[in-house]
């Protein structure tokens, strides 16, 4: 007899399949709710973002053959995104353990399902929002779990994510997003529904304890201090988030209690009973570096530092060897040491390329929103530029290369690249009687409906300059008219006249 649990799943499936057909951007949503029920399985062997990722390649194949890439257009991002895929897959050839290295590529593949089914399918400012609001809701509900799980009780909560570092680093990387919503909502009762939610992301980090969610936290809150205010929409509400943000921080770390203390502590203390070494990060990092040492051109192949860990800490120079965390095998906890690792110079030279060129993509299509007054695709982009920045820093920490966070920010560049490419910037018009009552400098705080009341006096200007134009036309055929009249006139005259001669 099948279980209940996989019939709600099938029926579930189902009711995903329909929704996806009937309205694909909900494909979008899915995807990014995953981030945060990565560990769940839905059968033997199957977790959700497993599931979600092979949904996404049918999808994706089907909405290609109807409706193609929608603008995506083949550049170095892309390039060095398959690049990175090919060389995974290439170090197959070199690996000590050659199933580790093919289970590394399956897992880029669904990586690139992610990426793509986001590039393509996401077009419109609404679009954008629904991810936006999709992480946003993410955070708040497992926010909400992990708190309540933590004053229950649970040393270090995690959600339904799985690892406290990755549900950490998810939390912070929704921050950005939920400001741009608040700062793009017009009614106030919604717009404080997504401050709440600003809220239970900072308990939600400190319930999970984790010291790399606290950096990359603590860098996003500071970075978005020093935003301009056209992010927040009006100076008064960045003075109120300033001020919000001051109260909180101590009030957080209040009720996160003396556990929460100390490991934000042994940040500054890593060689504290505490910090314990940056929980081992510390001695991995040098097996790691040591791991590489033997295979420097190559690197020891995809996925496979993981099968040497324990071998290479016991052989590691000054590695505590009677720790915990010597004791099983384990990822480096650092993107680009373990990269360097397993794929070699090569290897690190391709993926930082790949991150780097994210985030000039993400910038370039702020700077094209922010020239054409494009304010929501504005806030939405730089939100988008400072995710990525907290997940470069917690990539110092964890070995997140095929998270399906950083492939989701991926598809989210590549989709405001397309969508701002062909937005022409708004020429700034003068006209003494407009200018005196729209500009007025004691009315800033109405900042996007004057950049609105432009584009609309640029694109009136734009229709009088044609209408000029057609006029100055029909008066020229009119006056060509007017002569071939009078030119006709004389003729019937002269005949005539020769009629009566």
């Keep these: 007899m099948a279980k209940p649990t996989y019939g709600i799943g099938l029926v579930a499936a189902v009711v995903l399949l329909v929704a996806v057909a009937a309205r694909p951007v909900v494909l979008v949503c899915i995807l990014v709710f995953t981030l945060f029920v990565e560990s769940v399985h839905i059968a033997p062997g199957l977790t959700a973002d497993r599931a979600a990722g092979g949904l996404a390649i049918v999808v994706l194949a089907a909405y290609l053959f109807q409706h193609g890439l929608r603008g995506l257009r083949f550049n170095w991002l892309i390039g060095m995104v398959l690049a990175y895929g090919a060389w995974s897959l290439l170090s197959y050839y070199w690996s000590a353990y050659q199933g580790a290295a093919l289970k590394v590529f399956v897992s880029y593949v669904l990586a690139l399902a992610y990426m793509l089914a986001i590039a393509v399918m996401v077009r419109r400012v609404g679009d954008v929002q629904l991810a936006f609001g999709t992480m946003a809701l993410g955070a708040f509900i497992f926010g909400l779990v992990a708190f309540v799980s933590y004053k229950s009780g649970t040393y270090r909560a995690a959600g339904l994510q799985g690892d406290p570092n990755f549900f950490a680093v998810f939390q912070t990387a929704a921050l950005p997003p939920t400001l741009a919503l608040a700062a793009n909502e017009r ?21 999970s304890l984790s010291r790399t969610g606290l950096l990359a936290f603590v860098g996003v809150v500071i970075v978005s201090l020093f935003l301009p205010w056209r992010f927040f929409r009006t100076r008064s509400r960045k003075a109120a988030y300033v001020v919000a943000i001051c109260l909180l921080i101590p009030a957080v770390a209040a009720v996160g209690s003396t556990s929460f203390i100390k490991r934000a502590d042994s940040i500054f203390h890593p060689n504290s009973v505490a910090s314990d070494r940056g929980s081992g990060r510390t001695d991995i990092w040098r097996a790691a ?18 099968k040497e860990s324990l071998s290479l800490l016991e052989t590691t120079p000054g590695v505590n060897t009677t720790a915990f965390y010597a004791q099983t095998s384990k990822v480096a906890h650092n993107a680009y040491i373990e990269t360097l690792t397993e794929l070699g110079p090569v290897g690190l030279a391709i993926f930082l390329a790949m991150l780097f060129l994210t985030g000039r993509t993400i910038m370039s299509a702020y700077r094209r929103a922010r020239a054409a007054k494009e304010r929501a695709i504005e806030r939405y982009a730089l939100a988008l530029l400072l995710s990525f920045a907290a997940l470069l820093v917690a990539s110092t920490f964890l070995s997140d290369q095929l998270s399906k966070i950083t492939w989701i920010l991926i598809g989210l560049a590549l989709a405001l690249e397309v969508m701002t490419r062909n937005l022409a910037p708004v020429a700034a018009l003068y006209h003494p009687v407009v200018h005196e009552a729209v500009e007025d400098p004691s009315d800033r705080r109405r900042s996007d409906e004057y950049a609105a009341l432009r584009a609309e006096r ?15 036309a029909l008066a020229e055929r009119a006056a060509d008219l007017d002569a071939r009249e009078e030119a006709l006139a004389r003729r019937a005259a002269e005949r005539e006249q020769g009629h009566r001669s």
């Design 187 to 207: 009614r106030p009762p919604v717009r404080a529904a997504y401050y709440a939610v600003v809220v239970v992301i900072m308990l939600s980090v400190v319930a």
């Design 289 to 306: 570096l040591h791991g590489y040492s033997n295979h420097p051109w190559l690197g020891l192949g995809a996925g496979n530092f993981e």
């Design 458 to 472: 640029a694109r009136l200007a734009r229709l009088a300059d044609e209408l000029d134009a057609r006029q100055r």
